[in-house]
C-alpha cells in the first residue's frame, strides 16, 4: 500500500522549525555557553551556515525523488545499498536519538513542578505520540502546526521585551576559550538543524512535494536562524555568566530577569510545547527510515507494512517508539554529541550524493528545485563538515566507526544477499571509463518517482509511446531509406503492406514537407482499416534529409492511424507539439543514451492530459 499525501506546504514548515526551536533552543544554549562563552551566537550561526549548505543540496534531492525514507533513498540510489542501509540506520538512530533528546527536556521541565521522576512522565508521552503517528500523519500535522505557531509567538513576544534589557558587559570578552572553541561547539549545537532531515523522509507524504518540500525547509531554515540569533542575543545579553553556564532552562532562567515570574512560566510552557514538537515530528520521520530499508529488503519484510484503515506504517512507527524510550536513559551530552555528528554525516552525504547524481549526467533526475551556486555550495559544505566533524573528539569517531561498522553488518549478512540495486555512481563511472556496466533499472526507477511526484495519470497517448518502436540510426540516411525502414517496423502491427506503406509516407511528403523545424519532423497519414493507431519515434544523430530547408532532421515522430481515429491523431500531434516547446527538449533528445530514455523524453515531457 502507497503513503497518502496529506500534508501541506504549513505542514512542512511546522514540522521542519518545530524541531529545530526545540531542545537546541530551550536547553543547549546554556551548555553551549559554557563551551564558547558569549560567542556561543557565533556557533550558532556558523551552524546554520553550514546547515543552509545541506539544506541546500537536500532541497533539490527532495524536489527530484520525494520518497519516504528521504535522505536513505538518495544515497542508496546514488552510492549504492551497502552504502545506503549503513546509511539509512545510522539516520533512524539519529533522528531517534533527537525525539529522545526533545523528551529528556520534558522531564527537565516537568522536574521543576513535580517531584516524579522524569522517566515516568516521557514514557506514557513518546507512547501518546507513537499512537498519534498510527492513526495518521494529518492529525500529528495539525497539532505540529498549532504548537509551532504558539512557540513562534511566545518567542518573538521574549526577543522584544528582551532587547531593551541586554547588557553589554555580559559579551565580554566574548570568546574567552578561542576560535576552536567556537567552531568545535558550532559542531555541537549542529544538532539544531536537524528539523531539515526530518522532512526529507516523510517527502512521499506531502502534497506538491517538488514544490512544497524545498519551499518549506527554506523558509524553516531561514525563519528559525533569525530567532536563534535574537533569543540567543537576549538570553546571552540578559543573564549573568555564572547563572547562564550550564543551565538547563536558560530561556526561562533569562525570562524571568525582565518578564518575572509570569514570564518564566509562559517561556516554559512554550518549552515543552517545543519538546512536544520535536517528539511528535521525531517519532513521525524516524519511523519512515525502516519502512523505506524494508521496502528496499534491506530489513525485514514487517517493517514495510502499512495500516489498512490509517495508512500508515504502525509496525515502523511502533518500533521506533521503543527505540526511543530505550534511549532515554543515555547521558544528555552523549545524546547530543552522537545525534549532531550523524547529523553532520547525513549533510556529507547529502552533498556528495547531488554531486553525483548531477555528474552522471541521468537523464530522469529531474529536480524541480535546483541548489544554487553548484558545486561550490557542496563542495564548502563537505569541506566545512569534515572539519566539524573533526573537532567533536576522537571518541564521536569511534561511535561513528562503530555505527558505520554495525550498518555494514547489516546490509551484508542480510540485503546483500536479497536485492541487488543500480546506483547513479555506476552511471558517472560508465560516463568516465565510457564502458557500457549499467541497465536502465535506475532511470526506470526515477521515471516512476517523477509520475508519483507530478501526480501524472497515464493517457492512450502514454501507453502508445509506452509500446512504441524507437529506432536509434547513428549514421546520415537519405529520406527514402528511412521511410522504407519506418515502414518495416510498422507494417505488422498496422496490418499493412510495407511497399504500401513505404509509398504512401513518400507520396505525403510530396505534397508538403512534414518537416515543422530544421531539426523535428512529424510524418503522419491515413491508412485503409479500422481502430488501427501507432507511433515510431526515431533518432538520427548525423540528421534525415527532409527538405532544403530541414536537411538534418534529427527527431522524427511518425504517426500512422486509420480514419475513424482521426479525433486521437488530432490529440496525438498536440501531446507532440507541447513536448517540443520544452526548451530542453532538443538537448536531452540529443544526450539520450539508448532507445529507454528517448522513450523517457517523450513520457515525462510536460503536456496537458
Request: aromatic residues 10%.
Given at each position: 500500500m502507497e503513503l497518502k499525501k496529506e500534508l501541506s506546504l504549513l505542514d512542512v514548515f511546522s514540522i521542519a522549525s518545530g524541531v529545530m526551536i526545540s531542545a537546541g533552543l530551550f536547553i543547549?544554549?546554556?551548555?553551549?555557553?559554557?563551551?564558547?562563552?558569549?560567542?556561543?551566537?557565533?556557533?550558532?550561526?556558523?551552524?546554520?551556515?553550514?546547515?543552509?549548505?545541506?539544506?541546500?543540496?537536500?532541497?533539490?534531492?527532495?524536489?527530484?525523488?520525494?520518497?519516504?525514507?528521504?535522505?536513505?533513498?538518495?544515497?542508496?540510489?546514488?552510492?549504492?545499498?551497502?552504502?545506503?542501509?549503513?546509511?539509512?540506520?545510522?539516520?533512524?538512530?539519529?533522528?531517534?536519538?533527537k525525539s529522545a533528546f526533545a523528551l529528556a527536556g520534558i522531564?527537565?521541565?516537568?522536574?521543576?513542578?513535580?517531584?516524579?521522576?522524569?522517566?515516568?512522565?516521557?514514557?506514557?508521552?513518546?507512547?501518546?505520540?507513537?499512537?498519534?503517528?498510527?492513526?495518521?500523519?494529518?492529525?500529528?500535522?495539525?497539532?505540529?502546526?498549532?504548537?509551532?505557531?504558539?512557540?513562534?509567538?511566545?518567542?518573538?513576544?521574549?526577543?522584544?521585551?528582551g532587547f531593551p534589557e541586554i547588557e553589554i558587559k555580559h559579551f565580554e570578552p566574548f570568546a574567552p576559550h578561542g576560535i576552536n572553541a567556537i567552531f568545535a561547539t558550532a559542531g555541537f549545537v549542529f544538532v539544531c538543524y536537524g528539523g531539515l532531515l526530518k522532512v526529507a523522509s516523510i517527502a512521499e507524504e506531502v502534497r506538491q512535494p517538488g514544490r512544497t518540500v524545498p519551499l518549506g525547509m527554506i523558509l524553516a531554515l531561514?525563519?528559525?536562524?533569525?530567532?536563534?540569533?535574537?533569543?540567543?542575543?537576549?538570553?546571552?545579553?540578559?543573564?549573568?555568566?555564572?547563572?547562564?553556564?550550564?543551565?538547563?532552562?536558560?530561556?526561562?532562567?533569562?525570562?524571568?530577569?525582565?518578564?518575572?515570574?509570569?514570564?518564566?512560566?509562559?517561556?516554559?510552557?512554550?518549552?515543552?510545547?517545543?519538546?512536544?514538537?520535536?517528539?511528535?515530528?521525531?517519532?513521525?520521520?524516524?519511523?519512515?527510515?525502516?519502512?523505506?530499508?524494508?521496502?528496499?529488503?534491506?530489513?525485514?519484510?514487517?517493517?514495510?507494512?502499512?495500516?489498512?484503515?490509517?495508512?500508515?506504517?504502525?509496525?515502523?512507527?511502533?518500533?521506533?517508539?521503543?527505540?526511543?524510550?530505550?534511549?532515554?536513559?543515555?547521558?544528555?551530552?552523549?545524546?547530543?554529541?552522537?545525534?549532531?555528528?550523524?547529523l553532520i554525516l547525513t549533510y556529507i552525504f547529502s552533498c556528495l550524493s547531488l554531486i553525483i547524481l548531477r555528474e552522471s549526467k541521468i537523464q530522469n533526475y529531474q529536480p524541480q528545485f535546483r541548489s544554487p551556486l553548484y558545486p561550490w555550495v557542496q563542495l564548502f559544505g563537505v569541506v566545512g563538515f569534515v572539519l566539524m566533524l573533526g573537532g567533536m573528539g576522537y571518541k564521536i569517531l569511534i561511535a561513528n566507526i562503530l555505527m558505520i561498522s554495525a550498518g555494514l553488518f547489516v546490509y551484508w549478512f542480510y540485503g546483500r544477499i536479497r536485492t541487488s540495486r543500480e546506483y547513479a555512481i555506476l552511471h558517472l563511472i560508465e560516463r568516465i571509463t565510457a564502458k557500457e556496466i549499467t541497465s536502465y533499472?535506475?532511470?526506470?526507477?526515477?521515471?516512476?518517482?517523477?509520475?508519483?511526484?507530478?501526480?501524472?495519470?497515464?493517457?492512450?497517448?502514454?501507453?502508445?509511446?509506452?509500446?512504441?518502436?524507437?529506432?536509434?540510426?547513428?549514421?546520415?540516411?537519405?529520406?527514402?531509406?528511412?521511410?522504407?525502414?519506418?515502414?518495416?517496423?510498422?507494417?505488422?502491427?498496422?496490418?499493412?503492406?510495407?511497399e504500401f506503406l513505404h509509398k504512401l509516407f513518400l507520396e505525403r511528403e510530396k505534397e508538403s514537407t512534414t518537416a515543422l523545424t530544421p531539426f523535428l519532423a512529424v510524418p503522419h497519414i491515413i491508412v485503409p482499416g479500422e481502430h488501427h493507431f501507432d507511433i515510431l519515434l526515431a533518432r538520427s544523430k548525423k540528421g534525415i534529409k527532409f527538405s532544403d530547408q530541414a536537411p538534418n532532421v534529427h527527431a522524427v515522430f511518425v504517426l500512422v492511424g486509420t480514419k475513424d481515429e482521426r479525433?486521437?491523431?488530432l490529440r496525438a500531434l498536440a501531446a507532440i507539439a507541447q513536448i517540443i516547446q520544452d526548451s530542453e527538449f532538443e538537448r536531452k533528445w540529443l544526450e539520450a543514451r539508448g532507445t529507454e530514455e528517448l522513450r523517457d523524453v517523450v513520457l515525462l515531457g510536460k503536456r496537458l492530459r
Open positions: 543547549l544554549p546554556g551548555i553551549a555557553y559554557e563551551k564558547a562563552g558569549p560567542a556561543v551566537i557565533l556557533s550558532y550561526f556558523i551552524a546554520g551556515i553550514f546547515a543552509a549548505a545541506g539544506m541546500l543540496s537536500q532541497a533539490e534531492l527532495a524536489s527530484a525523488m520525494p520518497k519516504a525514507g528521504g535522505t536513505y533513498f538518495y544515497v542508496t540510489r546514488t552510492m549504492g545499498p551497502a552504502v545506503g542501509t549503513m546509511y539509512g540506520l545510522m539516520t533512524w538512530l539519529t533522528l531517534c536519538l522531564g527537565i521541565f516537568a522536574s521543576m513542578v513535580t517531584d516524579i521522576p522524569p522517566t515516568e512522565i516521557v514514557i506514557p508521552i513518546c507512547i501518546l505520540f507513537v499512537a498519534v503517528n498510527i492513526i495518521g500523519i494529518d492529525i500529528a500535522g495539525r497539532i505540529q502546526t498549532f504548537l509551532v505557531l504558539a512557540i513562534f509567538a511566545v518567542l518573538l513576544y521574549y526577543s522584544g521585551l531561514l525563519a528559525v536562524a533569525v530567532l536563534y540569533l535574537m533569543v540567543i542575543s537576549v538570553t546571552v545579553g540578559v543573564l549573568q555568566a555564572n547563572n547562564l553556564a550550564n543551565s538547563m532552562t536558560p530561556i526561562s532562567d533569562a525570562a524571568y530577569v525582565f518578564l518575572g515570574s509570569a514570564g518564566k512560566i509562559i517561556v516554559s510552557i512554550a518549552a515543552v510545547f517545543a519538546f512536544i514538537t520535536a517528539a511528535n515530528s521525531g517519532v513521525m520521520a524516524a519511523s519512515r527510515y525502516p519502512f523505506a530499508l524494508s521496502r528496499d529488503e534491506m530489513l525485514p519484510s514487517m517493517f514495510k507494512r502499512v495500516n489498512r484503515k490509517f495508512n500508515t506504517p504502525h509496525i515502523s512507527i511502533v518500533i521506533t517508539g521503543l527505540l526511543i524510550i530505550a534511549l532515554l536513559f543515555l547521558n544528555l551530552d552523549v545524546l547530543v554529541k552522537t545525534a549532531s555528528s550523524v533499472s535506475l532511470e526506470s526507477e526515477l521515471k516512476e518517482v517523477i509520475r508519483e511526484r507530478d501526480d501524472i495519470l497515464k493517457d492512450r497517448f502514454d501507453h502508445l509511446i509506452e509500446q512504441a518502436t524507437v529506432i536509434d540510426i547513428e549514421d546520415e540516411i537519405t529520406l527514402e531509406e528511412f521511410f522504407r525502414l519506418a515502414a518495416e517496423k510498422m507494417s505488422k502491427h498496422l496490418e499493412v503492406d510495407t479525433p486521437f491523431h
